[in-house]
Nanobody
Framework: QVTLVESGGGLVRPGGYLRLSCVAS????????MGWYRQTPGNQRELIAT???????RYSDSFINRFTISRDNARKTVYLHIERAKLEDTAVYYC????????????WGQGTQVTVSS
């Protein structure tokens, strides 16, 4: 069992930077892979990126360039760095964890709202 708590969401101006954090607690094997999804209004959740406990990242094609995922195993924390924010980045961002992500992850955070607006 894993509990995930996100933080760092809020209002950011277009072109700005935001870092989201997600702290995990629970079973280490169940957080071998951690990552981020997002959901924009009226759309399904989409995978942004994942990172393994060995620090191997993997990105969905749409999120290469402006999004960076990182992880601190000692703190059981995964981060999402959003650079050059765009209006279309406005969404609820969810942290996920599981032993693998070949299927829908079992563990989800509550989500954190990111709003990009001038």
């Amino acid at each position: 069992q894993v509990t995930l708590v996100e933080s760092g969401g809020g209002l950011v101006r277009p072109g700005g930077y935001l870092r989201l954090s997600c702290v995990a607690s629970g079973s280490d094997p169940d957080m071998r892979v951690m990552g981020w999804y997002r959901q924009t209004p009226g759309n399904q959740r989409e995978l942004i990126a994942t990172i393994t406990s060995g620090y191997t990242p993997r990105y969905s094609d749409s999120f290469i360039n402006r999004f960076t995922i990182s992880r601190d195993n000692a703190r059981k924390t995964v981060y999402l760095h959003i650079e050059r924010a765009k209006l279309e980045d406005t969404a609820v961002y969810y942290c996920i964890a599981d032993r693998n992500v070949e299927t829908t992850p079992r563990y989800w955070g509550q989500g954190t709202q990111v709003t990009v607006s001038s």
